[in-house]
């Protein structure tokens, strides 16, 4: 029936309900086929201070842009 499960993982009570959820769904298609579970660990954004932002980095090409932009680019 199904071939590949995507659950959405960020460690909550909810999160460990939807993996054990999709782990028992995966078991019960008995067609013959694998199932894969793909867990997609969710992290919140991590907060960070103006200093940190803006501190300059160097790129490959020698150039400082700011870590903000930096990431924007990433």
């Not at 029936?1 to 939807?18: H, L, T």
């Given at each position: 029936?199904?071939?590949?499960?995507?659950?959405?993982?960020?460690?909550?009570?909810?999160?460990?309900?939807?993996v054990e959820y999709s782990a028992n769904?995966?078991?019960?298609?008995?067609?013959?086929?694998?199932?894969?579970?793909?867990?997609?660990?969710?992290?919140?954004?991590?907060?960070?201070?103006?200093?940190?932002?803006?501190?300059?980095?160097?790129?490959?090409?020698?150039?400082?842009?700011?870590?903000?932009?930096?990431?924007?680019?990433?």
């Open positions: 029936m199904f071939r590949n499960i995507v659950v959405p993982y960020d460690g909550s009570k909810p999160a460990d309900k939807a769904l995966a078991k019960s298609t008995n067609s013959g086929m694998t199932c894969q579970i793909i867990l997609v660990h969710i992290v919140p954004e991590i907060p960070t201070t103006p200093l940190f932002i803006e501190r300059p980095i160097s790129t490959s090409d020698g150039r400082h842009i700011p870590l903000s932009k930096y990431v924007e680019r990433l």
